[in-house]
């Protein structure tokens, strides 16, 4: 089966301390997956995606096949992450299989 | 140039009811997706239309339908409205990135379907 888990559905950390939301996926073959984030009011955005090994607004993710994991890290938050951050991979349909999310909450 | 535009915003109907979403792709792109996102969760694939042909179809009863025009835009349609269909309707413009970057999709705004 195809699935993506983000075991944690809230995650909060003070302005300047590292960060790192969990991702773990479920997939027969080599996964294409994406992070996705949604600010409060806008519209779902691609943050990075693995196979363009791309590091955007300071976050990195790294796809791990033997934890079959691609969790995504910042090592210095600020208050303008805070926002619901979504996992997700390229399904069989071509589709998007996404995770259930995790809102990070950045505080001052 | 304009993003994924969907309409309506926001929708408010009445259990048995029947709903129509609409979603204009980006310019140029000419597959179109569907998914539905209830409350906490992330977001669920429903359709996927590519040149006006049905190219995949997700965990969805039969009271859900979709099409896609010539001209790339799509509508999705949901007959006999449950309380439990009330989410947010997400479209997504696919679309070839090129090179190792693969595809690429865009979503709209989406539109707020509250069944009552």
């Known amino acids: 089966a195809q699935r993506v888990t983000q075991p944690e559905k809230l995650l909060s950390v003070f302005k300047g301390a590292p960060v790192e939301l969990k991702c773990n996926y479920s997939?027969?073959?080599?996964?294409?997956l994406f992070w996705y984030v949604q600010y409060s009011r806008q519209r779902l955005q691609l943050l990075l995606r693995?196979?363009s090994r791309e590091s955007i607004k300071g976050f990195t993710a790294d796809l791990n096949k033997g934890e079959t994991s691609f969790h995504l890290k910042k090592p210095f938050a600020q208050e303008e992450d805070s926002a619901m951050y979504y996992c997700?991979?390229?399904?069989?349909?071509?589709?998007?299989?996404f995770g259930k999310g995790t809102k990070l909450s950045v505080k001052p | 140039d304009a993003g994924v535009t969907q309409s309506p915003t926001h929708l408010i109907k009445t259990r048995g009811q029947q709903v129509t979403l609409r979603c204009s792709p980006i310019?140029?792109?000419?597959?179109v997706s569907w998914y539905q996102q209830v409350l906490g969760q992330g977001p669920q694939f429903i359709f996927q239309?590519?040149?006006?042909?049905?190219?995949g179809r997700g965990n969805f009863p039969d009271r859900f339908s979709a099409r896609q025009f010539p001209n790339y835009s799509s509508e999705l349609n949901v007959n006999a409205l449950l309380l439990g269909d009330s989410a947010l309707y997400l479209c997504?413009?696919?679309?070839?990135?090129?090179?190792?970057?693969?595809?690429?999709?865009?979503f709209g705004s989406g539109t707020r379907l509250t069944v009552v």
């Open positions: 997939y027969s073959g080599s996964p294409e």
């Open positions: 239309y590519y040149e006006k042909e049905e190219r």
């Open positions: 997700a991979l390229t399904g069989s349909q071509g589709n998007l299989i």
């Open positions: 997504a413009s696919r679309y070839w990135s090129g090179g190792p970057s693969g595809y690429g999709y865009t």
């Open positions: 310019s140029g792109h000419k597959s």
């Open positions: 693995h196979i």
